[in-house]
């Protein structure tokens, strides 16, 4: 609580928070209706005409509509409850499971209470739970909330229309990055099973050396299938079974399966440490690489970088380090972003009833390989340079989100004035 002494002049304290004098607030129910929606997930249909909205980010499609005009949606239940928000002003369907806020008074902007509602919502329904996540929204929650608003809509519309062009920002470096993600992806497809050599390999006295099939499709004929195993320095290990303790600068920081992006990075935004006497034992190292053996996360990689500081490996993962002179470990961090890794993962997942793939399974991974260390390399570094393009647009799109947070905190609070 704000103490009196600490209230700017010219504002007030409400039960929002500290806002300027001359705003007003009020109860969602005042201001909105809120109904759910008759429809089932599977009513969906591919290219329907509308859009459908689930208890999910993705934006289903629909050939009917239920209602047509400016509205804020927000999922009932399920994994995104408090989580997920969508504005639209047109023809839609909905979820008979996501609520629908519309019919906005005269005196309250539809977007400006979008970015209100999503902004603040999550940490409303928190707030009355004593669990880390709520299951389910009523309609109340909804209803009861109180927002503050400027008294005047031109002051609503400025807001809302500098956020929404950092909005359009955002999702244009989202649909940008979501392009290169796909090229880079059909660039893998060709690289990583030779369909596509790059200049200076596969040609002998100006032919191609032409293709050969394989147990894992065609390949180059100067390339081999190989096992992960026969191209490791040692034996696949296992991590150390140690619990994780919270993170000290003493200790060396833990990595664990979740501590791993989809995409094969170390998350570091919640950091843990081991402290066991034989914890140097199981050290990344450079050129080290580890896998997910069991769970849903099973066939999950990462490849140790050391800018991401002194690394201890945990039992659920397991550590190949490769001969570099036969199979450069950056080359197999990229192939295990392929369909072919992935397809073999789920195969082995398969044959035990469980998820879960171990050392001497993994060493029995194929591998399409090119003859010469060269060629591996040349492959890897047109990778990698996609990958570094696709992590500065990331950088990027997460710099305006963070300023676009910051925005709305003082935008949303009267802190910043736009009339």
């Not at 007030?12 to 809120?34: A, F, M, Y």
């Not at 008074?105 to 707030?127: A, D, H, P, Q, W």
């Not at 990583?192 to 050599?197: V, W």
């Not at 990075?265 to 034992?281: C, I, M, Q």
Request: charged share 25%.
């Amino acid at each position: 609580m704000v103490t009196k002494a600490e209230i700017p002049e010219g504002y007030k304290q409400t039960e929002v928070g500290v806002i300027p004098k001359d705003w007003e607030t009020d109860k969602i129910r005042n201001l909105t209706s809120i109904t759910t929606g008759a429809k089932n997930t599977q009513d969906k249909v591919d290219d329907g005409d509308y859009p459908f909205f689930v208890r999910s980010s993705i934006i289903e499609r629909i050939n009917s509509y239920s209602f047509d005009g400016e509205a804020v949606l927000t999922a009932g239940d399920g994994v995104g409850t408090g989580k997920i928000y969508h504005y639209i002003n047109g023809k839609f369907d909905f979820h008979q499971r996501v609520y629908k806020i519309s019919d906005f008074s005269e005196k309250l902007n539809g977007y400006y209470f979008y970015l209100f509602f999503s902004n603040n919502f999550y940490s409303r329904i928190m707030s009355m739970t004593a669990k880390s996540s709520v299951d389910s929204v009523r309609r109340e929650m909804i209803a009861d909330m109180l927002i503050s608003f400027p008294p005047k809509k031109a002051e609503q519309e400025a807001i809302a229309e500098m956020l929404s062009d950092t909005d359009a920002l955002i999702e244009s470096l989202e649909k940008l990055i979501a392009k290169r993600r796909n090229i880079k992806r059909g660039a893998m497809q060709q690289l990583l099973t030779g369909k596509k050599r790059l200049p200076g390999f596969g040609v002998v006295n100006g032919k191609s050396v032409g293709y050969k099939q394989t147990e894992i499709g065609m390949i180059p004929k100067d390339w081999d299938v190989v096992m992960l195993g026969d191209c490791l320095a040692k034996n696949p290990e296992y991590g150390i079974n140690a619990p994780a303790v919270p993170f000290s600068d003493n200790l060396s920081v833990y990595i664990r399966i979740t501590d791993i992006s989809d995409d094969g990075r170390f998350l570091p935004e919640k950091k843990t440490s081991v402290d066991h006497a034989r914890a140097n034992k199981y050290l990344l190292e450079l050129g080290d690489v580890v896998l997910a053996r069991t769970g849903a996360s099973t066939g999950k990689s990462y490849l140790y970088n050391p800018k991401d500081g002194e690394l201890v490996f945990a039992g659920f993962l397991i550590r190949c380090k490769t001969k570099e002179n036969k199979l450069y470990s950056q080359y197999l961090k990229q192939f295990l972003g392929t369909h072919i890794y992935w397809n073999w993962v789920r195969v082995m997942s398969m044959r035990s009833g469980q998820p879960g793939i171990n050392g001497n399974e993994y060493a029995q991974l194929p591998l399409p390989l090119p003859p010469t260390k060269a060629e591996q390399t040349a492959i890897t570094q047109v990778l990698s340079d996609m990958d570094a393009e696709i992590e500065s647009l990331e950088q990027k799109r997460d710099k305006y989100k963070a300023i676009k947070q910051g925005m709305m905190q003082k935008l949303l609070t009267g802190r910043i004035r736009l009339v």
